[in-house]
């Protein structure tokens, strides 16, 4: 069993930054991609980022690229997500998740088996 569990969420002015953070309890963290995902009030779930196992290799969506930086501690089961620029557009619930591989860089959300349970970002204009 992997538990992951999402913080840093919270309320920014468009322009700011803030860090999210996942924890992970549980087996093969540091085995396993991992990736972020997020879900805006009325759009279905997009996909933001994934890292590799190592945290050698990285991916992200368009609408994010060069303003979010996604990170990894596996001696500490952690992974993070530094979004600075925020956008209104930005808004949404965060999930971190755990893929199957660990060499796949996932954009589907079925590739994941393990979710949390989110973390809200709220952009203001």
């Known amino acids: 069993q992997v538990q992951l569990v999402e913080s840093g969420g919270g309320l920014v002015q468009a322009g700011g930054s803030l860090r999210l953070s996942c924890a992970a309890s549980?087996?093969?963290?540091?085995?396993?991609?991992m990736g972020w995902f997020r879900r805006a009030p009325e759009k279905g779930r997009e996909f933001v980022a994934a890292?590799?196992?190592?945290?050698?290799?990285?991916l992200y969506a368009d609408s994010v690229k060069g303003r979010f930086a996604i990170s990894r501690d596996n001696a500490k089961n952690m992974v993070f997500l530094q979004m600075n620029s925020l956008k209104a557009e930005d808004t949404a619930v965060y999930y971190c998740?755990?893929?199957?591989?660990?060499?796949?860089?996932?954009?589907?959300?079925?590739?994941?088996?393990?979710w949390g349970q989110g973390t809200q970002v709220t952009v203001s204009s």
């Open positions: 998740a755990q893929d199957r591989s660990q060499l796949r860089l996932g954009v589907e959300g079925s590739f994941y088996d393990y």
């Open positions: 549980g087996r093969t963290f540091s085995s396993r991609s």
């Open positions: 890292i590799s196992w190592t945290g050698s290799r990285t």
